[in-house]
């Protein structure tokens, strides 16, 4: 599809606001009346099936419906019932959610309150990474500024609707992202990731039904609210009336553009606009006058798409279908033609090796092993048997294989798959160049001494 | 006997048992009982681990496996007065972040991951700041410096000496 003219971003439309952040300026843009109206005329189930109906993705990464998502948990559910929020945004490239927070985090507390209200949930937690100072003072401020307004707290606006807010600070480290992963750290503990089922809707935090959303996530639940369902499904890619599993793309999305491009930043678009599109026109075209080799499309455990590749629409289901993991985190990195493709397999394994929470053995020793093979690729010793030896790492950790609990594993072993998939003439040409007298040999090889993942 | 030595300070606990309402669980505290601690003394020695587990009815191993999991707590010295991360990450990596990491360490003397030995400066590699549209960033303390150059890297690490001097 073409990026249309008439488009209006509506979760940047604090941006370029003086003191857009206050709760003045958000309600002086219609923010909070929603949900005023919507505590006195709608009840929670409506509000489960109003975002339903707007067929609304979770934006953080796995694309899951959000209000099927809800309807999981258990009906009549005695209670508690616990909101977290997933605001610890680690994927290399990404940071949406950082400016959702600073510069509109009422945006985003509307949002949580809604959703909060739809699963009658009393405590949300939003769950943030540590990297984020800035953050977190826009969202005290924030959430300060909503109890004095009556919009958190007991009683809400007399509905009988009573909700807290918490913020609490992550200890920098990317499995915190995975939502059990997420809710383990919460309650004390290491970061590993459970084993599902059950699901977090049944027994998530401190043992009780538990939603885990995105940042950006509750700001579309408050556009939502806002604007409407038809407004909403206006937007974007809708769904295949030939796949009657695919739920479409709908809606707007906020794309984090970096690496080689004139303008890198945070860019509002509706589901669907091309990588070239972006690159183009927001980010002033791949920085220097240069080609792309390559592109991330939605951060960097989604894999490459080749420059030929780049007219391929960036929603749900379109990076499938160049055989990248998915839509991520719509993190869209751009690499020139001057850099090594093995040079960005290495970063891409020295992050996965750094990041493997160390639960399940071949993602620990996998991700570790695939780093050493690369320090020795990129130290002159590499072997062309090598490339086969990672791909059969890369073919051999996961999920989709049956042998990690959680994703990671599937993340870090997609850029392996991938750039060794459409980028082998430049890796056999890198080891031949590199190593002419040893890039046939077949013998174990010992691994190089010094590995830096730590 | 020793005399009640306490690492953890009555402010320390004030603020950690002030959080207590917010969770059903006391292990909950976990996190925030350390980054209150680690805030002040740059470190989490393993006597307020023990300190830790007994105020929040743990045994000490579990706030310790939690601690060492995140390998982001010091534990036997404090990090530097000043705790920079620099990004490594692959939109820092493509436009310099590597370089000026090294160019940081060498100018203060000192591998990644390491402190000078005045105590003034910690330069650790990151992975992602989540600011990649101001790469090459890094965070230090809570300031996020932004399109970094050696140049400014100069500047920074003559910032940090002055305050420190």
């Not at chain 1, 009346?33 to 919507?38: A, C, F, G, I, S």
């Not at chain 1, 559910?77 to 945004?89: F, Q, R, S, T, W």
């Not at chain 1, 082998?424 to 010094?450: H, S």
């Amino acid at each position: 599809m073409k990026f249309s003219d008439t488009f209006q971003p509506v979760l940047l439309e604090a941006a370029g606001i003086k003191n857009g952040f206050s709760i003045e300026s958000y309600r002086s843009r219609g923010g909070y009346d929603p949900l005023e109206k919507l505590l006195v005329e709608k009840k929670p189930a409506e509000v489960v099936e109003l975002v339903k109906s707007s067929g609304l993705r979770g934006r953080g990464g796995a694309g899951f419906m959000t209000g099927l998502k809800w309807t999981f948990l258990p009906k009549d559910h005695p209670g508690p019932i616990y909101l977290c929020v997933n605001a610890d945004e680690s994927e290399p490239g990404t940071f949406n959610n950082r400016i959702l927070m600073e510069d509109d985090p009422h945006q985003v507390l509307e949002g949580i309150i809604i959703s909060a209200y739809a699963t009658r949930a009393s405590t949300a937690y939003i769950y943030l990474r540590y990297e984020y100072p800035k953050s977190w003072d826009a969202l005290q401020k924030a959430i300060d500024e909503a109890y004095e307004a009556g919009l958190l707290g007991d009683n809400i606006h007399g509905s009988g609707f009573s909700l807290d807010i918490y913020l609490h600070r992550g200890a920098a480290a990317y499995i915190c992202g995975e939502e059990t992963g997420l809710i383990e750290s919460l309650e004390g503990k290491r970061a590993w990731p459970r084993i599902k089922p059950p699901f977090p809707a049944i027994e998530g935090v401190f043992r009780k039904p538990t939603v885990v959303n995105n940042i950006e996530t509750m700001a579309c639940v408050a556009q939502i609210a806002r604007r409407g369902i038809e407004w909403f499904r206006s937007i974007g890619i809708p769904a295949d009336p030939n796949n009657p599993r695919d739920p479409g793309s709908y809606g707007p999305k906020l794309y984090c553009l970096s690496g080689h491009v004139e303008k890198p930043g945070c860019y509002e678009a509706p589901l669907g606009i091309t990588a070239r599109e972006l690159i183009d026109r927001f980010g002033g075209g791949v920085w220097k006058g240069r080609r792309a080799k390559a592109v991330i499309p939605g951060g960097i455990s989604m894999g490459l798409m080749t420059e030929d590749e780049l007219d391929t629409p960036l929603d749900f289901t379109g990076p499938g279908t160049v055989g990248c993991l998915g839509l991520g985190t719509a993190a869209v990195v751009v690499i020139d033609d001057t850099v090594s493709i093995v040079d960005f397999l290495h970063n891409s394994c020295r992050f996965f090796a750094h990041e493997s929470c160390g639960q399940c053995t071949p993602c620990r020793e996998g991700t570790n092993w695939s780093l050493r093979m690369l320090e020795r690729i990129r130290a002159g010793k590499g072997r062309l048997r090598d490339l086969d030896l990672l791909t059969e790492i890369g073919d051999t950790m996961g999920m989709m294989p049956g042998s990690t609990i959680c994703g990671l594993a599937d993340g870090a072993a997609w850029p392996i798959k991938n750039s060794i998939t459409k980028f082998r003439d430049e890796f056999e040409d890198y080891i031949k160049q590199t190593n002419p007298t040893g890039y046939m040999e077949t013998d174990p090889v010992p691994a190089l001494p010094i590995v830096t993942a730590h | 006997m020793i005399a009640n030595h306490r690492i953890l300070t009555d402010d320390m606990v004030a603020r950690i048992e002030a959080l207590a309402s917010r969770y059903p669980t006391k292990q909950a505290l976990t996190l925030p009982a350390l980054h209150i601690v680690h805030d002040e003394l740059r470190h989490v020695p393993l006597e307020a681990v023990v300190e830790i587990a007994k105020l929040l009815d743990l045994a000490p191993a579990e706030v310790q496996d939690t601690l060492t999991f995140y390998q982001f707590f010091y534990q036997t010295k404090p990090h530097g007065k000043v705790r920079a991360f620099v990004c490594r990450s692959i939109s820092c990596a493509l436009r310099g972040g590597e370089q000026v990491l090294d160019h940081l360490c060498k100018k203060a003397g000192i591998k990644p991951g390491e402190t000078t030995p005045d105590g003034t400066i910690t330069i650790e590699p990151a992975e992602c700041l989540g600011a990649c549209d101001f790469a090459p960033c890094m965070l230090a303390g809570n300031d996020l410096h932004k399109d970094l150059t050696s140049e400014k890297a100069d500047a920074f690490l003559e910032s940090v000496g002055r305050q420190h001097e």
